[in-house]
């Protein structure tokens, strides 16, 4: 029983480990804004574009391995293998860069510098959601000064929910490569959804300034 518990501690220590880790590394994580995505996909229409955003990014989550971003991301956290602290970490990260670039798609940049969006984004992925910029609250409640404490436990709980999915060295890499397909698209799917029904055409929106990026980014590969 005693090591049972022990166990348990352990593994909640290292999803906390994780959860700071993506905190601190959600602003590396670069993001094109509108004007650098059209350019780079001249021609498309918003839901094409983002059509291509998504099928990019579920192909990246399909081929993230053991190992992928554990350089930059870790230490191990305790209690939980190298290769699936990098398989969530390397998720995490594409599935953050498409939710960014889907805002910028549907015209629904959140307010803030860079750090302030990265806690938006987050937040989006841990609750599965678009953000409502038009509700300041709603925003403003991922900005607090309890964030990182709100925001861990956030993180926690959609680990352990999708911990079955994102463990393709256990399950084989070959069915791990399709579930983490399949769950990046029913994640963007439901972001997408939110963001459709308050988006702005294009021509409509206001002049954004070009998106800041971290001194040091983080690479994705999509």
Known sequence: MRGVHRSREGARAGLAHLADRLIENAPRVPVRDLATLRGQFPGLTPEQLADKL????????STVGAGIGAAAMLPVPPAMPAEMAAEIT???AIELKLIAELHEVYGQRPPGNLKE???AYLTSWTEERGIDVTRPATV????GGRMKRELRQQIMKRMVRNLPNLMPFMVGAAVGAVMNRRDTKKLAERIRTDLRARQVPWDALPSLPPLEQSENPKEIGF
Request: charged share 5%; hydrophobic share 65%.
């Open 90 to 92: 390397g998720v995490a």
């Open 54 to 61: 998504i099928a990019g990014a579920a192909n990246a989550t």
């Open 117 to 119: 969006r990265a806690a």
């Open 140 to 143: 403003n409640a991922a900005l």
